[in-house]
Nanobody, 127 residues
Framework: QPHLEESGGALVQPGDSLTLSCTIS????????IGWLRQSPGKEREGISCVNFSGSSTHVVDTVKGRFTVSRDNTRREAYLHIIDLRPEDTGVYFCAAVHLSRNCGTVLTTGNYDYWGQGTRVTVAS
């Protein structure tokens, strides 16, 4: 049974750093791209970043570039979203999602066309 589970969400202060994890089970990692999406209060869910199956190619949207880094460790069956200099506008529920994809994950970065989804982990940035 395919399953994605996010962890690492927390209440943090502006300027803090945080790493979110996504644990993947029940899915072949072959050609499996992982994406991170965020749904902030009152806003639609938006694609933030993605990493290809090997970790050799990553994408981050311009609005968070320089603060958000995506990576994965296939030996641990995990993907990560590392965030520095957190801001109140980063508040939201962060989802990881996956799709088997032979092309660059940038093609699904903003469309959200993933086949598998986690339940999300909440990040709140407040002083």
């Amino acid at each position: 049974q395919p399953h994605l589970e996010e962890s690492g969400g927390a209440l943090v202060q502006p300027g803090d750093s945080l790493t979110l994890s996504c644990t993947i089970s029940g899915l072949s990692l072959n050609q499996l791209a992982i994406g991170w999406l965020r749904q902030s209060p009152g806003k639609e869910r938006e694609g933030i970043s993605c990493v290809n199956f090997s970790g050799s190619s990553t994408h981050v949207v311009d609005t968070v570039k320089g603060r958000f880094t995506v990576s994965r460790d296939n030996t641990r069956r995990e993907a990560y979203l590392h965030i520095i200099d957190l801001r109140p506008e980063d508040t939201g529920v962060y989802f990881c999602a996956a799709v088997h994809l032979s092309r660059n994950c940038g093609t699904v970065l903003t469309t959200g066309n993933y086949d598998y989804w986690g339940q999300g982990t909440r990040v709140t940035v407040a002083s």
